[in-house]
């Protein structure tokens, strides 16, 4: 009785083997689709890209996270300057970290306000910069037209990223 079993159940496995295997797929060449894609990489969700100073000019660095990061965050990694790493490798700060924790406030037309805790005729126009640049990144691919600076009722916009 159970060799009776064994090789209906084996032939019940042969059989929906055989059924699965000619589900109706037929056999076909290989599909060409064109060229493969081109152009700029998205950022990964991972990954924060801060505007850092080196040789006195701007310039973007990305960091790799593992979650994703609001803006507020993202501006505060800014305040809190280099990496010792990017520090070996010649990047700089202007913002001080006093500019930290920073408010975000967005406006009609995709115009969004920074408020940082420094009052922002305290900072330079690479400081300035530095946080445009950086608030540009984060909100890449739907860039915002126009960002403002304002702290303590000292306004230092509106402004877009001098290098995107």
Do not use: W
């Not at 702290?151 to 877009?160: L, V």
Request: net charge positive.
């Amino acid at each position: 009785m159970r060799t009776t079993f064994a090789r209906r159940a084996i032939a019940a496995g042969l059989l929906t083997l055989i059924a699965v295997a000619g589900c109706g797929v037929r056999p076909s060449d290989v599909i060409t689709a064109g060229d493969p894609p081109s152009g700029p990489v998205a950022p990964s969700a991972m990954t924060t890209t801060l505007y850092l100073v080196r040789n006195g000019r701007l310039s973007p660095v990305t960091r790799s996270g593992d979650r994703r990061l609001f803006l507020t965050t993202k501006l505060a990694l800014l305040a809190t300057g280099p990496t010792t790493r990017e520090q070996e490798h010649g990047f700089t700060t202007d913002l001080p970290p006093e500019a930290a924790p920073f408010a975000v406030t967005p406006k009609p037309a995709g115009r969004l306000v920074v408020t940082p805790s420094t009052p922002a005729g305290e900072l330079s126009i690479l400081a300035i910069q530095q946080i445009v640049c950086t608030v540009v990144a984060a909100a890449a691919p739907e860039s915002p037209g126009l960002i403002t600076v304002l702290g303590a009722d000292q306004d230092a916009g509106p402004r877009t990223c001098p290098t995107g």
